[in-house]
């Protein structure tokens, strides 16, 4: 994928075990949009636009899968929308069943291929609301 950190604008995070919930970028800064209004945690969403902006793949492990099901990928764990500047439609990460010790499989709806992906996006991911909601 290719993501620049400052273009990214809106970001919507759906999980099964860590919080859910949405940010966007306001000429003040980012906010949260979902569960609450609230101003964002400025360092916690840098963490979360750089560990987005740096995201590859470890493995290319499938291309074209007819069964996502031994994914994890026919109902993933955690859904990300990641809207762009001046992008048409979000792009979205799916994440499914852990691969190894440290990854996890996922697909982009860039492609059909399914990638092994390093565990630093999921362990940076706001486990309650405090983690991503600014106490100022």
Same mark, same amino acid.
């Given at each position: 994928? #290719? *993501? /620049? ?16 919930? &949405?940010? %966007? ?41 007819? #069964? *996502? /099901? ?16 001046? &992008?048409? %439609? ?47």
């Amino acid at each position: 994928m #290719d *993501l /620049k950190k400052d273009n990214i604008s809106y970001v919507k995070v759906q999980s099964k075990e860590r919080l859910s919930f &949405a940010i %966007k970028r306001l000429p003040d800064g980012w906010h949260l949009d979902a569960p609450v209004k609230a101003v964002a945690n400025a360092m916690k969403v840098d963490d979360l636009l750089w560990d987005l902006a740096q995201l590859e793949a470890r493995d290319y492990v499938e291309e074209n899968p007819q #069964d *996502l /099901k031994q994914y994890g990928l026919a109902i993933p764990d955690i859904v990300i929308d990641i809207q762009q500047l001046g &992008a048409d %439609k979000p792009i979205k990460i799916k994440i499914g069943y852990a691969h190894g010790d440290d990854a996890h499989y996922a697909q982009t709806s860039e492609g059909n291929q399914v990638y092994a992906i390093s565990d630093t996006l999921i362990n940076d991911l706001p486990e309650k609301l405090a983690d991503i909601q600014s106490v100022d």
